[in-house]
């Protein structure tokens, strides 16, 4: 018998009193949309007229004086919450959301950052770390020793036109939270040339020596992020096996793969309810009957056992695993594919 070729996902680690859907791939931090700056600010547009016309049977070409215009620089920018939201538990220290903040002018600009996390219609306002402010310098999309912290007036990023800067949000938690508060947190960008209503010109200030002319987002900008109190950390780790038609491992029309994902409460507290859900891979085919729970089978059919295949929409394979504590130990699941 073959050995089978075994690829293995990282460790997932979700929060406590919800177990969240299982995907079939790696989470990626969203791509950046290209947010078409326009021209240049400090652009020459130049244009000129033409006639022609016949006199006694000769063709002549007369020009218009050629009249010149200069672009102005329009500021804008956006900020973006890159983060979903962060759990967290009492007393923790140094929790970080990531943010994007956007160029969306046509020229160079800088940006002053600033944090709020006093925000009204949360449940606790999160403790900002002193600094509170960095820049994700290693680009792992959370707070870690290696980032520059963000120093006002110092280093405030300066974007040339469609730019963008990755930013952390760092924050300590209360002690006096329970399960399910939610407390946030807000990145504000502003620009340093300056900030208003649109279509307020700043003479002289842009690229250049051009006009500065505010455009609709006023020069500023907010995104706000979320943390959320979960005592109960579940540890997720999934793995995947081929099996090809001819007995090898390769992964071609025809294989069958089979996903193996253990869950396990890694702290005290219980995670109520949880179930696992995991959706069909595109581009593969359920096999029937292939759903097990800790080495037992499931049925695919909505009945008394924990599992089932959800076909109400995209197909989903789901097991309920009840009430989990750490001295539940490891609960695995395993289904199988094939690919189309």
Avoid: H
């Amino acid at each position: 018998m073959s050995e089978l070729f075994e690829r293995r996902f990282a460790v997932t680690r979700v929060p406590a009193w919800m177990l969240a859907s299982l995907l079939c791939g790696a989470a990626l931090l969203p791509g950046l949309p290209a947010w078409a700056a326009g021209t240049a600010a400090g652009t020459i547009i130049d244009n000129t007229a033409q006639v022609d016309f016949d006199i006694g049977g000769a063709s002549l070409t007369r020009n218009s004086n050629t009249v010149s215009i200069t672009v102005d620089e329009r500021i804008d920018v956006v900020v973006t919450l890159q983060s979903p939201q962060v759990f967290v538990n009492a007393g923790e220290v140094d929790r970080s959301l990531l943010f994007t903040v956007s160029n969306t002018g046509n020229g160079d600009e800088v940006f002053r950052l600033a944090i709020d996390s006093n925000l009204g219609g949360d449940d606790f306002d999160p403790a900002p770390s002193v600094p509170a402010i960095y820049f994700d310098t290693d680009s792992s999309g959370d707070f870690s020793l290696g980032d520059v912290a963000y120093v006002p007036g110092t280093n405030d990023p300066q974007l040339a036109a469609d730019e963008s800067v990755n930013i952390l949000l760092v924050n300590g938690i209360p002690a006096a939270v329970v399960n399910g508060d939610v407390g946030r947190s807000e990145l504000a960008a502003t620009s340093v040339t300056g900030s208003g209503a649109p279509g307020d010109v700043f003479a002289n200030q842009g690229d250049g020596g051009v006009d500065a002319v505010i455009g609709t987002t006023g020069g500023i900008a907010t995104d706000t992020g979320e943390y959320v109190v979960g005592d109960v950390v579940i540890s997720i780790i999934k793995t995947v096996v081929v099996a090809d038609p001819f007995g090898g491992t390769e992964a071609v029309p025809g294989a069958t793969l089979t996903y193996t994902v253990t869950v396990e409460v890694t702290n005290s507290g219980t995670a109520v309810n949880s179930v696992f859900t995991d959706p069909v891979p595109t581009n593969t085919s359920y096999v029937t009957t292939s759903i097990s729970l800790n080495g037992g089978g499931l049925t695919d059919a909505t009945d008394a056992d924990a599992g089932e295949l959800d076909v109400s929409g995209v197909p989903m394979v789901v097991v309920r695993l009840g009430d989990l504590t750490q001295a539940d130990g490891v609960q695995t699941v395993s289904f199988q594919v094939t690919i189309d």
